[in-house]
């Protein structure tokens, strides 16, 4: 194994490394966002939007997020959308992400007792009062181990946006591959780097579970 070679490859992947960060980040943000919106419609009463959000959930569960990031990178421009390789990655990601963590969100706001939404509702909360105020409040805590095990997973998946020419670490370790014919260097260097990001991430949802049980 050729070491030197290693060690000056590491700057690179790194920078790579930090646009994987970037792209994850971004699309558990906004895959939370709609995430959040499709729980509340699963849940409602009213069965048109709750079937609406169940179907969403079921296509974007049941078909591989390569093919949606296929689907929106190389379909989109039959359409007159051409998006730009990051955006492309972002909004793949965004929108699988968000049927994954629908599902998890939707699984906390039902494991609170049905008793606190009655009693907040007796005190003449709206519905919506009564979930802002009342139910998510205590929700987010169980949420966090389920969403901190989407973050790492989807951090993993994001290797598969270097099929569209995203340049993101998987991308930057096949473009050294490509040039270097080194492989073993190569790819070992990016599991490193996956796992150092994976192991980060972890420690920081560790805290983050153990810090708010503290108030359960």
């Given amino acids: 194994m050729d070491f030197v070679y290693m060690r000056n490859l ?14 994850t980040i971004l699309s558990v943000v ?14 409602s009463s009213n069965m048109f939007f709750s079937r609406i959000a169940g179907f969403y959930i079921y296509v974007m569960r049941g078909t591989p997020l390569l093919l949606q990031l296929f689907a929106i990178y190389y379909g ?22 968000a049927a994954y963590v629908a599902e998890i969100i939707r699984a906390g706001i039902q494991s609170i007792d049905k008793g606190q939404m009655e009693a907040a509702r007796a005190l003449g909360m709206t519905y919506g009062q009564a979930m ?27 290797s598969l946006v270097s099929t569209i020419a995203m340049v993101e ?8 591959y490509a040039n270097s014919f080194k492989p073993i260097e190569v790819f070992t260097l990016a599991g490193i ?4 990001l994976t192991s980060v991430f972890t420690v920081v949802f560790g805290k983050m579970e153990r810090r708010f049980s503290v108030y359960e």
């Fill in 10 to 23: 590491v700057p690179i992947l790194g920078l790579g490394a930090v646009t994987t960060v970037e792209l």
């Fill in 30 to 43: 906004f895959g939370t966002f709609l995430g959040l919106i499709l729980a509340l419609m699963k849940i």
């Fill in 76 to 97: 989109g421009p039959s359409l007159g959308i051409n998006l730009p390789p990051f955006v492309a990655a972002v909004l793949g990601m965004s929108l699988n992400s």
């Fill in 132 to 158: 802002r105020r009342v139910i998510l409040p205590q929700a987010y805590r169980r949420l966090i181990p389920p969403m901190g095990n989407e973050f790492i997973a989807l951090l993993k998946d994001s």
């Fill in 169 to 176: 670490l998987m991308r930057v370790a096949q473009q050294m």
């Fill in 193 to 196: 780097y996956y796992l150092l």
